[in-house]
């Protein structure tokens, strides 16, 4: 499965943006997928992970109601919704595909990974 993220940009503070990770392959459904992001010099750490089936996806707890995953109806994109955006949120964000939703916030639960894209906060 190769993974592609798209939607990234330069937005001003309180802004909003809509991130996509597509499957050039299988489709998403068999698995489950995170978010996670990477400031500079700092460690990349999670966002929020979904599974194909279980129920809410988990947040980390920085997101605050801001940020929401949801999938598309033919599974092969996932989707993270970006509101009331601040500096602090100026990173590279990536996708990933893990096998068990129940590990999926956890950065090792992940063997497949795209390239990321930009996102920079700032007015």
């Known amino acids: 499965v190769e993974l592609v993220e798209s939607g990234g940009g330069l937005v001003q503070p309180g802004g909003s943006l809509r991130l996509s990770c597509t499957s050039t392959g299988w489709g998403l459904n068999h698995y489950a997928v995170g978010w996670f992001r990477q400031a500079p010099g700092k460690e990349r750490r999670i966002v929020g992970c979904?599974?194909?089936?279980?129920?809410?996806?988990f947040y980390a707890s920085f997101v605050k109601g801001r940020f929401t995953i949801s999938r598309n109806n033919d599974k092969t994109t996932v989707y993270l919704q970006l509101n009331q955006l601040g500096p602090e949120d100026t990173a590279v964000y990536s996708c990933?595909?893990?096998?068990?939703?129940?590990?999926?916030?956890?950065?090792?639960?992940?063997?497949?990974w795209g390239r990321g894209t930009q996102v920079t906060v700032s007015s």
């Open positions: 990933g595909t893990a096998w068990d939703y129940r590990d999926c916030p956890a950065f090792s639960a992940y063997d497949n």
């Open positions: 979904s599974g194909s089936r279980e129920g809410d996806p």
